[in-house]
């Protein structure tokens, strides 16, 4: 309940999800480079490429959800 107190707070839960938000934008810019990099078939690097958005678009979906649900008191 302690960290579940500490988020609760404005100035903190504002902090967080700003972090978890660039952490998950800057991992994704990493893993696109890999795909880049690593990828060569078109096909597969558009798939894979599409995944990646897809995936961080619902893990900082999902962020923001939840943080503001433990900041709200919801």
Known sequence: FTVYNWLARPWNSLLMLLFT????????????VIIEDYVH?????????????????????????FIARIAFGV
């Open 21 to 32: 938000l660039t952490t998950l934008y800057h991992t994704k810019l990493g893993v696109r």
């Open 41 to 65: 078939h078109k096909a597969f690097k558009t798939f894979w490429m599409t995944m990646l958005s897809l995936a961080f678009t619902g893990l900082m979906a999902a962020a923001v959800f």
